[in-house]
């Protein structure tokens, strides 16, 4: 049962993740340019 709602969780966090990332990214790109 752990397991199965600890799995479910880890996939959605990766993209939450990756699209912070890609925001910091492109927002320290505007910065510069």
């Known amino acids: ?3 199965a709602q600890k799995e ?3 996939p959605f966090d990766f993209p ?3 699209q ?3 925001d ?3 927002g320290k790109l ?3 340019v």
């Open 1 to 3: 049962m752990d397991k």
């Open 8 to 10: 479910p969780q880890r």
């Open 16 to 18: 939450i993740i990756q």
């Open 20 to 22: 912070c990332l890609c």
């Open 24 to 26: 910091t990214m492109a």
């Open 30 to 32: 505007l910065e510069f």
